[in-house]
């Protein structure tokens, strides 16, 4: 079955570091893939998506292109801040359902 | 202020017992879900309402009750709590009914945690 698989954290980065967050999938179709983040307290948000091969999306100075080759949708910024700590979850959306990875926590000090 | 609130965050009981999930949304919005995410990670879709109407309800056992008193509010209460039922349970909503395949257009709670022991 379909499944999402992410790196597992804590990430620690200092502010304006660079950072990556890999996700990889398994699918039977072509399924669309999303990352969302959770701030502290708060409920899941939806950051970006892309839906088909080749897309890339972005929001906030993050960006992830889906890669059907490598069947990777990793996240990146070029310089984060101190406000994007929270937990990012990859996600895949096939028919009807969705799929999460475990989640992703990033803290980044001043 | 939270815009999708559920409580508790955490749910700890019984086999046997009847507990319920509350959640409230601010956004406005007239639609209002209850998914349950296995250990997998699987969310799944139970139920949705529509400005109090029930308009999604998948295949979800009985003891399972969704109730919306105002279309700000969408509340789960299970009753006979099984091993089985233990996983996240996720409110969200939307400002027009979304389901399948607009998951975008979703906005989640934070999620509770219900383990059954």
């Known amino acids: 079955g379909d499944s999402v698989t992410q790196m597992e954290g804590p990430v620690t980065l200092s502010e304006e570091a660079f950072l990556t967050i890999n996700c990889t999938y398994t699918a039977t179709g072509y399924p669309s893939l999303f990352w969302y983040v959770q701030y502290p307290g708060e409920g899941l948000q939806l950051l970006l998506k892309?839906?088909?091969?080749?897309d890339k999306g972005s929001n906030k100075g993050f960006e992830a292109t889906y890669r059907k080759e490598t069947t990777s949708f990793h996240l990146e910024k070029g310089s984060v801040q101190v406000s994007d700590s929270a937990v990012y979850f990859c996600?895949?959306?096939?028919?009807?359902?969705?799929?999460f990875g475990a989640g992703t926590r990033l803290t980044v000090k001043p | 202020d939270t815009a999708v609130s559920q409580t508790p965050k955490y749910l700890v009981t019984q086999m046997g017992n009847d507990k319920s999930i509350k959640c409230e949304q601010n956004?406005?919005?007239?639609?209002m879900y209850w998914y349950k995410q296995d250990s997998k990670k699987f969310l799944k879709i139970m139920f949705s309402?529509?400005?109090?109407?029930?308009?999604i309800n998948e295949t979800v056992p009985n003891r399972f009750s969704p109730k919306s008193p105002d279309k700000a509010h969408l509340n789960l209460h299970i009753n006979s709590l099984e091993l089985g039922d233990s996983a996240v349970y996720f409110c969200?909503?939307?400002?027009?009914?979304?389901?399948?395949?607009?998951?975008?257009?979703?906005?989640f709670g934070s999620g509770t945690q219900l383990s059954v022991l």
């Open positions: 996600a895949l959306c096939e028919d009807n359902d969705m799929r």
């Open positions: 309402y529509n400005n109090k109407e029930l308009i």
């Open positions: 956004l406005g919005h007239d639609t």
């Open positions: 892309a839906t088909k091969a080749d």
């Open positions: 969200a909503s939307s400002q027009e009914t979304v389901w399948p395949g607009y998951h975008e257009k979703l906005f």
